[in-house]
């Protein structure tokens, strides 16, 4: 099994930053695209922004230029920085990966995993 598990969300003013993380575990081989979402109340779940294995990186247009995305493929966690924080950024931000693990038969397979999410709160 795979889990991941998001940290440091809360509450920060508007102007402010904060950093989510998540972490990778379980049985796996390796990690392909990693992704960050959010969903605020009444609102479908969007993608924030997403990086690749080797480090490309894509934005919405929301957050172009205000949040980061990283990841540290030794530690198997991938981070979200985000500066200038707006009320509108209020949200569960939730962490989705692409995980290879050995299937059967010595093949390998792409699963989807997703975090439980964490709440980011910026008040006006």
């Known amino acids: 099994q795979v889990h991941l598990v998001e940290s440091g969300g809360g509450l920060v003013q508007s102007g402010g930053f904060l950093r989510v993380s998540c972490g990778v575990s379980?049985?796996?081989?390796?990690?392909?695209?990693m992704r960050w979402y959010r969903q605020a109340p009444g609102k479908q779940r969007e993608l924030v922004a997403s990086?690749?294995?080797?480090?490309?990186?894509d934005y919405a247009d929301s957050v172009k230029g205000r949040f980061t995305i990283s990841r540290d493929n030794a530690k198997n966690t991938v981070y979200l920085q985000m500066n200038s924080l707006k009320p509108e950024d209020t949200a569960v931000y939730y962490c989705?990966?692409?995980?290879?693990?050995?299937?059967?038969?010595?093949?390998?397979?792409?699963?989807?995993?997703w975090g439980q999410g964490t709440q980011v709160t910026v008040s006006s």
């Open positions: 990086i690749t294995s080797g480090g490309s990186t």
């Open positions: 989705n990966a692409d995980v290879i693990r050995y299937g059967g038969g010595g093949l390998m397979n792409k699963e989807n995993y």
């Open positions: 379980g049985s796996l081989f390796s990690i392909g695209d």
